[in-house]
């Protein structure tokens, strides 16, 4: 037997969206002014775990640090990379090709201790900042959350390029190794992985 309240009563105009309407960021400012790849990628960060947010950034960084290391690379001493940053044309003057002849040149130079020195400053700057995502995400991601096994692989690989950078900036004399100091970055991992291993024992018993 239906209730007689219900007789003749429209419901909620707002429990759910009228016609035509577009829910979350898909209306309004949104739907005006943002294209719609950017507006289709913001319609699924809104739906999205805070989690799974921070994780995403976890591995953007940690894909642009893995991939530094090939592109940052310094081969030797004598690693020298010169680009031309001035040229002066004289257009009283043509060259073979019928073009302005060129008459000054400024070069620049980044020898390899510039290199390596810059490459050290930015691989700590990018291991700090992944080191404070993932303090993030240990705190708030569920204790069965199986991404944390996972930082156990990413702690190894990134542990290796972390004593490589910090041993060069000692070598090289740009800090001095107490200034180094932990930043808390393998802590963060020890501490998720002690969740993993505690979850597991109980699991067994």
């Known amino acids: 037997m239906g209730s ?27 739907a005006k002014w943002l294209p719609d790849d950017t507006r289709s990628l913001i319609q699924e960060i809104y739906t999205s775990e805070p989690a799974d947010i921070i994780w995403n950034n976890i591995m953007i960084q940690y894909a642009a640090i893995i991939r530094s290391q090939k592109i940052m690379n310094v081969a030797n001493e004598f690693d020298t990379t010169t680009d031309i940053t001035e040229v ?11 073009k302005p002849a060129q008459i000054k040149e400024v070069r620049q130079y980044q020898y390899a201790w510039d290199k390596q020195a810059n490459y050290l400053m930015a691989m700590s700057r990018a291991m700090g900042t992944l080191s404070k995502l993932i303090k993030q995400f240990v705190e708030i991601a569920d204790e069965r959350d199986e991404r944390r096994k996972k930082l156990e692989i990413m702690a190894v690989q990134l542990n290796l390029v972390k004593t490589k950078t910090k041993r060069a900036q000692i070598e090289n004399g ?16 020890d501490k998720s992985m002690d969740s993993v291993w505690e979850d597991g024992d109980q699991d067994e018993t």
């Open 88 to 98: 002066d044309l004289n257009p009283k003057l043509i060259d073979e090709d019928g």
């Open 174 to 189: 740009d800090v001095d190794q107490q200034e180094l100091g932990d930043d808390g970055f393998l802590a963060a991992i």
């Open 4 to 30: 007689h309240n219900a007789k003749g009563n429209p419901g909620n105009p707002h429990a759910s969206p009228p016609p035509g309407n577009k829910n979350a960021v898909s209306h309004g400012l949104f």
